[in-house]
C-alpha cells in the first residue's frame, strides 16, 4: 500500500479529538481490522459537487471564502470546480487557487485533452479527471465500448502527466461496472501514471458491506492510494465511505454539510468525525472549526441546516428531558456522544413539555436570573401547562414568565428615543440611534452591511464595544409582502462574568422590529448588571 504522507504531504498535524471528550462504544475498538489505514486525506468537493446542488451558484468571491476556510479547517485537497464549464469557473478555480496556502487545489476534467488544457490555464498542477465505465453509461451517454473508454483514459492521463500534474481518476459509476472491466481500467491507469484512482458510488446504489467487498477486490490489482466518493441516495454515502477505508481506501471525498447531487454526498462533518472516533485515524482536520465551516457554507449557499442534522445541527446538543438535562449537566457522556466543543458548537438547554427543574434552573442561570426552587417549580408548572396547550415557550418567553414569578418589575431603563436608517443602492447602509440610559442621552451612529446590521452596530456604538450580538432570529409569521416578522436576538456583555439577555418582538417592519428586540434584550440586561 501506497503512504499518502509519504506521496503527497510532509504537512505538520492539526489538532484533531480529544479522547477524553468522546464516549463511543467500547465495541467500536473491537471491530477494527487491519486493513484500516493509519492515516486518510480528505478531498472537500463543496466548491464542485456541493455547487451542483439544485438552486445553489456560488459567485467566485463566495468560492474564496469557502476555500479559505476550508483551507484553515485543515482538509488536504480542495476540488474547485470544473474549469472547463465556463470562464467565469477558469476565474474561480485560479483565484481559489491563489487564495489557499495549505491545501492543494484540483479541477475537475473529462478524459480529453482540451478539458485538461483549460485546467492547465488556470495554473492548476492537480487534476480530477473521469470517464464513465458502466455498461449504463457505456449504451445510454458515451456510445462507445470498453476498450474506446480504456483507451481515452489512458491518453488523458498520459497526457496530463506529461504536463507535471498530479492525476487522480474516476471510473464514473464504478460501482454498477462489472467487476472485471473496473480492474482492467485501475491496471491500465496505473500503467498511464495515475497518482490516485478514485471509487465513486455515482449514483449512491451500493450498500456498505457491499462496498467493502468491492474496495477489497480492488486493492489486489490497485498499488496506487484508492479515494471514494459517495453520493446519499439511500442515505448511505458517509457509511459507505467507512466501509470502504474499511478496507484500505486512503482518501474520501465529502462536501460541507453534505450538499450535492440529488440527495448529495457524504458529509464531512460526519465522515471525517466518525473516522477519528470509530477508526481512532489520523487526519489533519481541525475538528473545532466544522461548527463555524458549516454555518458558513450554510450562510453563502442559502440552503439551512437541518435541525436534525448529526454533529452540527440545532438539535445535535440541544436537550428537554429533565431526565437528560441531569445527566448532561452532571457528566456529558451521560446523553453525549461527545462534547459539542470539539466541533464548535454549543450545548442547548431546550424548554418544553419534558423539562425539569435543572433546565429550567441552568436555562435562567445563563440570563442571571436568581430564582429559588418553589419558583422553579412554580416555572415549570406553567411550561407544562403551555407545552400541553400546544404553545412553545422561547427564551424570552421563559425569562418573562420566570421574572413574573420572582416578582422583578419591567422597568425601562434604556430606551430608544430617535433612531433613522439610511439606505440604497450605491448607498452604505448607515443607522442613527438616540438612546436613553437610566435618564441620560447618549447618540450614536454606524454603518453596516445592510440596514439592519447598521441600527445594532450604531445601537452597540452607544452602549459600548463589550455589548455583543451572540444570535439573530428572523422568522416571517403572516405570508405576503407586508408580512408580520418576528426577531428574536441574545445580547450579552462580557467583563467579569459574562452575561446574557435576550429580546423578542414583532412588527411589520424588519428593521424597526430588530431594532425593538435589542432594545428590549439591552433593557434586561441592564436590570441584571447596574453599569454598562
Do not use: W
Not at 464516549?23 to 486518510?40: E, G, H, K, L, W
Not at 485533452?113 to 483549460?118: S, T
Not at 440529488?262 to 485515524?281: K, P, V, W, Y
Not at 456529558?332 to 442547548?348: D, I, W
Amino acid at each position: 500500500m501506497v503512504d499518502l504522507r509519504a506521496t503527497e504531504q510532509s504537512r505538520s498535524p492539526r489538532p484533531t479529538l480529544d479522547r477524553k471528550r468522546v464516549y463511543t462504544s467500547q465495541f467500536n475498538a473491537m471491530a477494527r481490522v487491519d486493513s484500516i489505514p493509519p492515516r486518510v486525506m480528505i478531498l472537500d468537493t463543496t466548491l464542485r459537487d456541493g455547487e451542483q446542488t439544485p438552486g445553489i451558484a456560488l459567485s467566485t468571491d463566495d468560492k474564496v471564502r469557502i476555500a479559505q476556510a476550508l483551507d484553515d479547517l485543515g482538509v488536504d485537497v480542495i476540488e474547485a470546480g470544473f474549469p472547463a464549464a465556463s470562464i467565469g469557473e477558469q476565474d474561480a478555480a485560479r483565484k481559489v487557487a491563489s487564495s489557499v496556502s495549505r491545501a492543494r487545489v484540483c479541477g475537475l476534467a473529462r478524459c480529453n485533452r482540451k478539458d485538461i488544457d483549460r485546467l492547465l490555464d488556470c495554473g492548476l498542477d492537480y487534476v480530477h479527471t473521469f470517464i464513465a465505465t458502466s455498461d449504463i453509461h457505456l449504451k445510454h451517454k458515451l456510445k462507445m465500448d470498453r476498450e474506446q473508454v480504456k483507451a481515452r483514459a489512458v491518453d488523458s492521463i498520459e497526457y496530463a502527466k506529461s504536463h507535471g500534474l498530479t492525476v487522480e481518476f474516476s471510473c464514473e459509476d464504478a460501482t454498477r461496472t462489472d467487476l472485471d472491466f473496473l480492474k482492467e481500467m485501475h491496471i491500465a491507469v496505473q500503467g498511464a501514471g495515475v497518482d490516485k484512482i478514485n471509487v465513486p458510488d455515482t449514483v449512491g446504489t451500493i450498500s456498505p458491506p457491499a462496498m467493502e467487498y468491492l474496495v477489497k477486490e480492488l486493492m489486489t490489482v490497485t498499488k496506487v492510494p484508492i479515494s471514494i466518493h459517495c453520493h446519499d441516495d439511500f442515505g448511505m454515502a458517509v457509511a459507505n465511505s467507512l466501509a470502504a477505508v474499511r478496507q484500505g481506501a486512503q482518501q474520501v471525498h465529502v462536501t460541507v454539510n453534505g450538499l450535492g447531487e440529488r440527495a448529495g454526498n457524504a458529509a464531512l462533518e460526519e465522515t471525517a468525525l466518525s473516522l477519528m472516533a470509530f477508526f481512532d485515524i489520523e487526519m489533519s482536520v481541525d475538528t473545532r472549526k466544522i461548527g463555524p465551516t458549516s454555518k458558513l457554507v450554510s450562510r453563502l449557499t442559502g440552503y439551512p441546516i437541518p435541525p436534525n442534522k448529526a454533529i452540527i445541527g440545532d438539535n445535535a446538543f440541544a436537550h428537554e428531558s429533565g431526565i437528560h438535562v441531569h445527566g448532561v449537566l452532571g457528566d456529558p457522556s451521560t446523553y453525549e456522544a461527545f462534547g459539542p466543543e470539539l466541533v464548535g458548537v454549543q450545548r442547548n438547554i431546550v424548554i418544553g413539555k419534558h423539562t425539569g427543574a435543572h433546565s429550567v434552573k441552568e436555562k435562567l442561570s445563563e440570563y442571571g436570573v436568581d430564582i429559588t426552587d418553589d419558583q422553579v417549580a412554580q416555572v415549570v408548572d406553567k411550561i407544562k401547562k403551555l407545552a400541553d396547550s400546544g404553545k412553545d415557550v422561547d427564551d424570552a418567553e421563559l425569562v418573562a414568565l420566570a421574572s413574573h414569578i420572582v416578582g422583578q418589575q419591567e422597568t425601562r431603563n434604556v430606551r430608544l428615543k430617535e433612531f433613522a436608517v439610511f439606505t440604497g443602492i450605491n448607498t452604505t447602509p448607515t443607522a442613527v440611534v438616540s438612546i436613553e440610559v437610566n435618564g441620560e442621552k447618549k447618540t450614536g451612529t454606524s454603518i453596516g452591511i445592510g440596514p439592519v446590521d447598521a441600527a445594532i452596530n450604531a445601537i452597540k456604538s452607544v452602549m459600548g464595544n463589550d455589548i455583543s450580538l451572540e444570535e439573530y432570529r428572523l422568522s416571517a409569521i403572516t405570508g405576503g409582502s407586508d408580512s408580520l416578522c418576528e426577531v428574536s436576538v441574545r445580547v450579552a456583555r462580557s467583563g467579569g462574568r459574562k452575561m446574557m439577555s435576550i429580546g423578542k418582538a414583532v412588527g411589520s417592519d424588519i428593521v424597526q422590529t430588530s431594532v425593538d428586540a435589542t432594545m428590549e434584550a439591552l433593557d434586561r440586561l441592564y436590570c441584571h448588571k447596574k453599569e454598562l
